[in-house]
Antibody, heavy 119, light 107 residues
Framework: QLQLQESGPGLVKPSETLPLTCTVS??????????WAWIRQPPGKGLEWIAT???????YYNPSLRSRVTISVDTSKNHFSLKLSSVTAADTAVYYC???????????WGQGTLVTVSS | EIVLTQSPATLSLSPGERATLSCRAS??????LAWYQHKPGQAPRLLIY???NRATGIPARFSGSGSGTDFTLTISSLEPEDFAVYYC??????????FGGGTKVEI
């Protein structure tokens, strides 16, 4: 069974870039069955899909965040990453990495990591 | 972008009662709708996919129905562990994949 674990700084300053990594275990990131995604949940709000990447490097982005987001995959380390630039307090959220199939059903999720944007 | 609206925002019920949660899409998503359960500090869990199919290991008290723009998640008899937030999610037209705002089922 796939397991995902997010890692990154718990605190980021406004205007800086937020880096997050999701380490995958129990399976290969090069599996043809899986698409690797980032989702976030601001305090007291619902879930927001950020981006998805396939192991070949094909990417899909939420248009609302597209200009600030980069998602990438490192097959040698079996992990994928997210960079969110020019962060503001509105980017404070729990960030989840997750896996979905070709159709977009999320099968596995990480536990989430809280990122706070504050000076 | 397809917007999903969930109602009610909060549902206050007792163990053993029936819970009926609604999800309405801004345009047809056919049957491409999923439901997730989310408890504080935990990863969301897939309950239902494609409107009415239970995911592996999900108890039979959870059921989903609907198609097009109107969907329902029903919990036939609430167990103590069912008190959580429930989200619907569409996969008919993406990007972007979108979620509803959630319904909190509280005691």
């Amino acid at each position: 069974q796939l397991q995902l674990q997010e890692s990154g700084p718990g605190l980021v300053k406004p205007s800086e870039t937020l880096p997050l990594t999701c380490t995958v275990s129990g399976g290969s990131i090069t599996s043809s069955s899986y698409y690797w995604a980032w989702i976030r949940q601001p305090p007291g709000k619902g879930l927001e899909w950020i981006a998805t990447i396939y192991y070949t490097g094909t990417t899909y982005y939420n248009p609302s965040l597209r200009s600030r987001v980069t998602i990438s995959v490192d097959t040698s380390k079996n992990h994928f990453s997210l960079k969110l630039s020019s962060v503001t307090a509105a980017d404070t959220a729990v960030y989840y990495c997750a896996v979905h199939d070709y159709g977009g059903i999320f099968d596995y999720w990480g536990q989430g990591t809280l990122v706070t944007v504050s000076s | 972008e397809i917007v999903l609206t969930q109602s009610p925002a909060t549902l206050s019920l007792s163990p053993g009662e029936r819970a009926t949660l609604s999800c309405r899409a801004s345009q047809s998503v056919r049957s491409y709708l999923a439901w997730y359960q989310h408890k504080p500090g935990q990863a969301p869990r897939l309950l239902i996919y494609d409107a009415s199919n239970r995911a592996t290991g999900i108890p039979a008290r959870f059921s989903g129905s609907g198609s097009g723009t109107d969907f329902t998640l029903t919990i036939s008899s609430l167990e103590p562990e069912d008190f959580a937030v429930y989200y619907c999610q569409q996969r008919h037209s993406w990007p972007p994949l979108t979620f509803g705002g959630g319904t909190k089922v509280e005691i």
